[in-house]
């Protein structure tokens, strides 16, 4: 008979993006007493990292644990979005159920699908979590009625069917079985986790512990974090780390820690059924076993799936590069970037014939950008090409992924968002109005097709739009795609942008620069009007005559420049331009600076100058 842990439940909450799930733990750590009375512990507790809290949402998936009646509750947060789906793949592995949070208005979304579809393909046990009941425009039948639908598409196993459904709001700090009552607390949520979770199971054996995630600390080093999923280990213990490889090293555990609310607590003993942070194996990867040189053998390895976007990291050449960043060589570039790949396992990264020049591969924008960003704050230097979509060729045909993009808008922009995706070679699969003036538009669109449509989507609709993402799989090339993007203004002479200048620019297109700002010859200081490409001078200066000085008409009304962000920027650029990226500023360029160089290569078409 197998044996079991009944003091603990290892449960991962999954959820499509903004469905509440880092609300629903701030309550459940709220309500099980983990923080002193008077302790400020603020909202969205977990989102620790300063990218999370300004962009809204969860980007790695993290361990905390609260305790109730007597039993452990393992948490993993995980994040929402689908370009971070790699986290999800990789921590579900150390639940035995999950809550699948739902919003009580928008129902399931793509990425509840996804999330969904991991938990069961590895037999986790769902709770379904109905979110917001506090919305006035919440519809539970018809929420209900889509979930079981997609449980029904999805489902493996009768078992899988029966699930128990709970309602509950974040705001309002209180989950109930029945969706006309209010609650008091979270008690009827924790009791079915209690019921309905299994307890894990204990294989008789030495130790296997699969390593899920990674941390670091400047004292201890590399921490592994994993499940113990057979034996136990102690500090002090030898064990044998299995790489991807095959290959075994031997260390000696230093430290061996569980987690509870915020924190770490260290443990003497672990035992199998516990989720662990370990230290001392400073060559540790996701994916390894921690084994007992006993009996090494090697748990199934993590399989993440492929990533869908490419594009180059290269040093800064820009006639400005290494004015404002701390690591700006090819040597510092690589090693943070091979860096990155022992905790971001759904990264690749590969060498090019440049030695200055990497090609690194993501789940899609949003992925590559947050690394951007990340290392951008962390003082990097470095020059970014257009995003491209990774294409394979299987049985002679080019094959491309594609997505599944579902539309929340307005009735009065459905005609030009359904003429840019035409454009774009996205294919409608579905509408669905409601009584109140909202569509839902999905739609089947290759990825190509996504880079560089989120800013036009944002402005077509004006902030009345929400689209979502999910890679669906590879299909047959769906042919060209003809660029919407006008020509640009290119600073003709390096200098200081000055306001006669920039206003006889403007007189041509729109401005992505302040009066001051140093550029440089060949960099992007603005849209043009027309197709082509326009060389301007913005640092010309108004001559003095004997009539009037040059600093009069200095009261020339400018219109406010275009600040584009990192994602808008990588939207923005064609092949022939790049994106410079320091930790004080972000610059549009083109490859070849110079005008001379530009029309001997043929690039970007015919270029006019501004006399």
Not at 206 to 233: E, F, M, W
Request: charged share 25%.
């Amino acid at each position: 008979m197998p044996k079991y842990r009944d003091d603990i439940r290892n449960i991962a909450i999954i959820a499509h993006v903004d469905h509440g799930k880092t609300s629903l733990v701030d309550v459940l750590l709220k309500q099980s007493h983990v923080f002193r009375e008077n302790q400020e512990v603020g909202e969205l507790i977990l989102d620790r990292n300063a990218l999370e809290r300004e962009k809204g949402i969860t980007i790695l998936a993290k361990n905390t644990a609260v305790e109730y009646r007597g039993h452990k509750i393992n948490i993993i947060d995980t994040p929402g979005h689908a370009d971070f789906s790699g986290e999800v793949e990789r921590v579900l592995n150390m639940a035995e159920g999950c809550l699948l949070l739902i919003d009580s208005v928008d129902g399931p979304m793509p990425q509840t699908r996804f999330v969904l579809k991991q938990a069961l393909d590895k037999k986790l046990k769902p709770i379904v979590v109905i979110t917001k009941m506090d919305r006035p425009t919440r519809r539970i039948k018809e929420v209900l009625a889509m979930t079981q639908d997609l449980f029904l598409e999805l489902a493996t196993e009768d078992s899988q069917l029966d699930y128990p459904v709970i309602y509950s709001t974040s705001r309002g700090g209180y989950a109930t079985t029945d969706p006309d009552a209010v609650g008091a607390d979270l008690v009827p949520l924790f009791e079915c986790i209690l019921k309905n979770i299994p307890p894990p199971e204990i294989e008789e054996g030495p130790l296997q512990l699969l390593v899920s995630n990674l941390d670091y600390s400047t004292h201890k080093g590399r921490i592994a974090i994993g499940r113990i999923h057979r034996g136990s280990i102690s500090p002090r213990d030898s064990v044998v780390v299995i790489d991807k490889h095959g290959e075994d090293h031997r260390y000696s555990v230093n430290e061996v820690f569980t987690h509870m609310g915020l924190g770490r607590l260290e443990v003497e003993r672990a035992e199998a059924g516990d989720i662990v942070a370990v230290t001392g194996m400073e060559d540790v990867s996701i994916g390894d076993t921690i084994a007992s040189p006993e009996q090494p053998e090697a748990l199934p390895g993590i399989t993440i799936g492929e990533p869908t976007v490419k594009m180059t990291f290269g040093v800064n050449t820009s006639p400005f590069g290494g004015r404002e960043g701390k690591y700006c060589t090819s040597r510092q570039l690589r090693a943070r970037l091979y860096r990155e790949l022992e905790t971001n396992i759904s990264l690749r990264v590969e060498d090019t014939d440049s030695p200055d020049v990497f090609l690194v591969s993501g789940r899609g924008e949003l992925h590559l950008s947050i690394l951007i960003e990340t290392m951008r704050r962390e003082g990097y230097e470095l020059e970014l090409s257009k995003p491209e979509a990774i294409t394979k060729t299987v049985g002679g045909k080019v094959m491309e992924p594609m997505e599944s993009l579902t539309v929340d808008t307005v009735d009065e922009c459905i005609g030009d968002l359904t003429e840019m995706l035409a454009k774009r070679k996205g294919r409608m699969t579905n509408m669905h109005h409601d009584d109140m003036g909202n569509v839902r538009m999905e739609y089947h669109i290759p990825t190509r097709g996504l880079i560089g449509f989120r800013s036009g989507f944002l402005t077509t609709t004006r902030g009345r739009g929400v689209m979502n993402t999910l890679f669906l799989n590879y299909e047959p090339w769906q042919g060209e795609i003809g660029t919407t993007r006008s020509g640009v203004l290119i600073a003709a002479q390096a200098g200081t942008a000055v306001t006669y200048g920039l206003n006889n620019a403007q007189a041509r297109g729109l401005t992505f620069i302040d009066p001051m700002t140093e550029v440089y010859e060949g960099m992007i200081v603005g849209l043009h009007a027309r197709g082509s490409d326009l060389v301007v001078n913005v640092c010309k200066e108004k001559k003095m005559t004997n009539i009037r000085s040059s600093t009069s008409d200095i009261a020339l009304k400018l219109t406010t420049p275009v600040k584009m962000s990192l994602e808008e920027s990588l939207d923005f650029i064609e092949d022939d331009e790049l994106v410079e990226v320091t930790p004080k500023n972000i610059r549009l360029r083109k490859k070849l600076l110079s005008a001379h160089d530009r029309k001997r290569a043929g690039r970007g078409g015919p270029e006019e100058a501004d006399e």
